[in-house]
């Protein structure tokens, strides 16, 4: 069955392609959204996030610009700091240890705050992100990490949004359409085959723009490129993203790019849902443990919890829990700290123990070694540089000392009752490896010539993310990379309609 024909067809229904079809429409394109999920479970993994931006900004004056309700005392009890485009440059290349695309990189910092402002555009409102990016310490509240705002309501917010700007730009979106291939013909791309409720259409477009996310929810793509173990990772969002986009990109000769055995992972409830459920995106949360400490089946610690603010950490703790035995560790904290806790900790459906002693603790736990525990928290507790005030919002020195694996910041001792431990296994957010493309957006083939016709945006862009990944530049890369594609994919099309005129 064949069907109309549009100037872009934008795979995908998450941040990144809302941004790249808004973006396309706004140059007069005929725009057609091709959505693989329902219309109840649209939005991706973008609408399971926190709604976190990572942009450039130079304190209060800029963020106001964004959050224009922002009140003077609000303004006065916040220290916002500023996150310049070289703070911004050098995270991206400390934490993906120098090996991110220098240019792509150059791309989303150079654009992040216009962006930002571009999105904004669309209706998106945004807040800052106290609950999750700032502590209140003697009355004043200070961002750490690099990100200060997020998208009102959260990834279901932000979607909300750009799915009702989609709307009033009349923008069409076909839900439950499974892209499986791109057409080419000499001239460049010529469509898509979908699928919709078994059967195979053809539709026509002079552009298409790939922004349907990496193969996370794949297991058997996860277990063949992240390596073994990792089928039995709980997927923390989406369950479309199964890597289509890449594939179909690939077939047809596309250059694979990044780090195809990296992924963005997380500590996660233990026992949580094989996928996310968006009507409860923060559920399986387990981010404090820099406030304490985390120990394996041996009843050891195996990693520095306070190596780094959360946010430069979170996203590589996945795999290292899912390299203990089993596949699983224990936080654990004391009531110095509950109240540091965030609130996912507080939910029904944590695996949590609590005791008066640590050996109550310890008996609890029922699958940690007991006596090794204890031993691990004596020793722990010894090395903590006591003499060192605690601060969560910077990194504050406190840490231990002599330790075979020692904790750098926020060490507080094990010692006040009653004593917590929740139990967690590895979550994966998104896989690091894809398409390579350029600053302009276009897929690339093996001998780095661009597709013509084909753009691609979002999780399945190769070469951004290397080991880690600063937290909340995966919405600010897809819509950076998005907005370009939507517009470089509409001038395409006005293009190839006069050479064809
Ligand atoms: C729990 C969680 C919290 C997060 N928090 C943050 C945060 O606060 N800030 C941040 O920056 N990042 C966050 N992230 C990462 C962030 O979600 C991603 O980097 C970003 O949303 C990716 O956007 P995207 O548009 O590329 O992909 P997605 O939003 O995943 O969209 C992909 C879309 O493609 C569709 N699709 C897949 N295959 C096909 C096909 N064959 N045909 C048609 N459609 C298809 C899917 O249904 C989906 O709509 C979080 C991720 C998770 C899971």
């Keep these: 069955m064949e069907n109309a024909s549009f100037d872009v067809i934008v795979v995908g229904g998450g941040n990144a392609a809302l941004c790249a079809a808004l973006s396309a429409r706004e140059q007069g394109a005929a725009v057609l959204v091709l959505e693989r999920a329902p219309v109840e479970k649209r939005g991706g993994n973008s609408a399971f996030t926190g709604g976190g931006f990572r942009m450039v900004h130079h304190g209060a004056a800029d963020i106001r610009n964004i959050v224009p309700d922002l009140t ?10 500023q996150y310049t485009a070289e703070d911004y440059l050098d995270d991206l290349g400390r934490i993906t240890q120098y090996y991110i695309d220098p240019d792509l990189a150059e791309t989303i910092v150079r654009n992040s705050t ?41 990834g279901r917010g932000l979607m909300e949004q750009l799915y009702k700007a989609t709307e009033k730009h009349g923008i069409a979106v076909r839900y439950g359409a499974q892209a499986k291939a791109l057409l080419r013909g000499p001239a460049g791309i010529e469509g898509v085959r979908i699928l919709v409720n078994g059967v195979e259409e053809v539709i026509r477009s002079r552009a298409v723009v790939l922004a349907c996310g990496g193969f996370e929810a794949n297991r058997e793509m996860r277990t063949r490129y992240l390596g073994p173990g990792w089928d039995m990772a709980k997927v923390r969002g989406t369950r479309y993203n199964t890597g289509d986009g890449i594939n179909m990109a690939l077939e047809i000769g596309a250059q694979s790019y990044g780090q195809w055995s990296g992924c963005h992972s997380v500590a996660w409830e233990r026992y949580a ?16 443990y820099p406030f304490g400490i985390m120990v394996n089946a041996d009843g050891g610690r195996f990693v520095d919890e306070g190596a780094d603010f959360r946010n430069y950490t979170y996203a590589k703790y996945g795999r290292v829990v899912l390299q203990q035995p089993g596949s699983f560790a224990w936080q654990v904290f004391d009531q110095q700290v509950k ?31 007991p006596r090794q525990f204890i031993e691990t928290v004596r020793e722990y507790n010894a090395a903590v540089k006591r003499d060192v005030p605690f601060d969560p919002n910077v990194r504050d020195g406190r840490g231990t000392a002599g ?29 690091f490896g894809g398409l390579k493309i350029d600053t302009a957006t276009h897929v690339l083939d093996v001998e780095d010539r661009p597709i013509p016709g084909l753009y691609a945006a979002g999780e399945l862009v190769g070469g951004l993310f290397y080991f880690n990944y600063p ?17 470089e994919g509409a001038r395409h099309a006005r293009g190839a309609q006069s050479a064809a005129a």
Aim: proline content about 3%.
């Design 114 to 154: 216009d962006t930002v402002h571009w999105v904004r555009g669309r209706g998106v409102r945004f807040v800052p992100n106290y609950g999750r990016q700032a502590f209140n310490v003697n009355g004043r509240f200070r961002f750490f990490g690099g990100v200060v705002i997020c998208a009102n309501g959260g």
């Design 339 to 369: 109240h540091l806790l965030r609130e996912e900790y507080k939910l029904r459906g944590a695996t949590k123990v609590q005791g008066n002693t640590l050996e109550e603790l310890a008996d609890r736990m029922q699958d940690v070694h």
């Design 403 to 431: 330790l075979a694996v020692n904790k750098t910041n926020w060490a507080n001792t094990l010692e006040v009752p009653p004593f917590e431990a929740y139990s967690v296994g590895c979550g994966i957010t998104f896989t």
């Design 471 to 487: 937290g909340s530049t995966g919405l600010m890369a897809g819509s950076v990379f998005g907005c370009i594609a939507g517009r």
């Design 273 to 288: 849902p094989d996928f996310g459920e968006v009507e409860l995106p923060h559920s399986s949360y387990r981010h404090s």
């Design 72 to 81: 003077d005392e609000e303004i006065a009890r916040t220290d916002f700091g």
